[in-house]
């Protein structure tokens, strides 16, 4: 579904991604673990258009999506949730998701299927996404590119700013899409959960993968362990 | 009580005069300073027009070629400007915009010198509480509330509404959305030339507008931007009621000479208490 060869990006002068390459097949979750400023957030961003890779391909359902802009990769079904939630603040929770489907227009559907994984997301339809809380506003920037139908679900620490709880129970919902199919590809520092999600893994360190594999077989690798989960 | 009518009539004006230039600033962080000069082309082309073409079709046609400006402004300066980030951004757009400004203030001046867009609507003032209104100011007010109710209907209502204020809120947000930030940036620049061009029908109405008046109307609307917060279009149409009913009062109870001056103190005292503007979002 997704396959990125020999991928390069970067700012300015510098590359923070170096050569990197990964694949994700239709309806598997894939991790990608690193530390801070491992590169994990540049590689996402160069998918999704957000930055112009510099050298290396990107196909997804075998068309090229490299040179394309942002919003026409969004339409072609990648969508991405940044760490930042990039919600907009002053809209309702209702206009938020409803611009979730943009380019489809208004989908009722795909609006009760957000609710069924988020039911808090129906008592909140009126508030404005700028007032609700870190894991409130998690769950709108999930639910916002659910509303696209997308192919492939990219999210990027999507436990940023929450509470150990609120952390576990967004991966839980992440579980909940996983098994109902969903392509998921994740950027993330909290290597546990990430790993427990994943059907495969890759660790990124400096902007290059450093490993790759089954996510239990990371698990129980002892490099990864003492790295990454705090045990020795 | 007049004082005030006649406050509140020239508010909406300013708030119409003003709007387009807050949501160009919304979208892209850059300013129009050739803003009143489009509404000056718009009403130099409905004076020439008016002569050929009945009033109704010169009016759609002088908005047609403030928006038609504004669109040959997108796609030319701005491309350069929206390349840039930041404040690199903000001072080209000032450059090249003023320049833009002289030229278009050069070319009327010298084609049209002493054409004037003077607008009159016949007939006795009308009685509004007591007050004598005269007909062209209560058509201008009619004009630029109307004007200004479609355009919140439209951004609040409409899909394609919610992609610009989508834009205004966080553009990459919008890009993931699969919004092409800058289609919503051209279709808005092109709209704040048909709406300088309505401001400037209005205008029309109540007094005159005539080739030289572009630098002024840029001036107010930059005020009123300002003083309703950058990007904000509630914002804009607040602070254009508040500065008209100042204003008018100050024409009214102190003289015409300083009316300017006080604008501009109470500018200046809106951005000492509220540094982003009456509604502006942080700083
Ligand atoms: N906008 C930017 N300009 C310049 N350098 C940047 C920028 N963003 C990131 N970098 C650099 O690129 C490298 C990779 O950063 P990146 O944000 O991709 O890491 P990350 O794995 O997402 O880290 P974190 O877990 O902290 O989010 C780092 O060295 C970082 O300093
Ligand atoms: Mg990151």
Redesign the pocket.
Known sequence: MLQVEDLDA???ESL?VHAVSLHVDGGEAVAVI??????????LRAICGLLRPRAGTVTFNSESLVGEPAHRIARRGVAYVP?ERHLFPAMSVQENLELGAYPLRADRRQLELVFELFPRLRDLLSQQAGTMSGGEQQMLAVGRALMSRPGLLMLD?PTTGLAPILAEEAYASLGVLRGEGTTVLV?E?QVPLALDLADRAYVIED?RIQMEGPAGDLQGNPDVRRAYMGIA | MAVVFDGVAYGLQLGLLAVGLTMIYGLGGVLNLAHGQFAVLAAIAIAVLSDRLPTPAALVAGLAIAALAALATDATIMRAVYRLDGEARVLLSLLLTIGLAFVIDGLLIYNYPFTQLKLSVPGPAVDILGVPMRRGSLAASALALSALALLIVFLRYTRRGRAVRSVIQDEEGAQLCGIDPARVRTAVFALSGALAGLAAVAEGLTSSVSATDGTELTILALIVTVVGGLGSVAGALLAGLLLGLVYTMSQVYIGTYVTLVILLLTAMVTILIRPAGLLGRGV
């Open positions: 970067g700012y300015g923070a690193g530390s801070n400023g491992a590169g994990k957030t540049t590689l760490a620490e950027a520092q902007g």
